[in-house]
């Protein structure tokens, strides 16, 4: 399993709509309100052989209230 982590945008006043909205897909590992141009920060584990954008777009991004997303891949830690 590799984490990413994922900033959302979201539609104003609607932060908290899908926050619940994604809890509810059982996908984050962790999720967090979030100051500057990104409401939401989340951490998702995926495995070595998912494709990140597709996974993005098909479980993350395309929920109700989201403007926009900003994936980071990690790679080896130190």
Known sequence: MKPI?????????????????IYKTELA??????????DLLMKVYITEEQDVGRFVNENI???PGIVRSLTTMTFTAF
């Open 5 to 21: 982590f994922i900033q959302l945008q979201c539609v104003p006043g609607k932060a908290y709509e899908v926050a619940d909205a």
């Open 61 to 63: 991004a395309c929920l």
């Open 29 to 38: 590992s962790e999720l967090y309100s979030t100051s500057g141009d990104y």
